[in-house]
């Protein structure tokens, strides 16, 4: 599961199924590379959530419904890529058929954690 570097999960730990892939220093001061693979059911939401950096994505699987808080809403399908700025509140849901799986790449700051629930 994808969590901080002193090993603490964040919020979205507990309801999505996230593995970390892999994990870097980056040549931005102050920014670290982290990639997720995240698996999201049928049906299931995310929650509101933000990170603290960009977040590139790109759909493997299924079709996700992204909410991004005064954006119009994106309809993902596999193949489809996506940006998220810094701190910017967005939920996806997985609109099937089957589970949805995100591979995303952030861009953050390594003292805060990856994920924070926050309100839409």
Known sequence: MAGTPDGQQDDLAGTLKRTEVQRADSSIPGRVIVQVLTEIPEGVESGWHTHPGEEVGYIMAGTVEMRIRDRDTLL????????????????????????????????????????SFTDG
């Open 76 to 115: 993902l399908h596999t193949g489809d890529g996506f940006l998220i700025p810094p701190d910017t509140p967005h939920n996806a849901r997985d609109r099937g058929p089957g589970t949805g799986q995100m591979l995303s790449t952030y861009i953050v700051s390594p003292d805060r954690p990856l994920a």
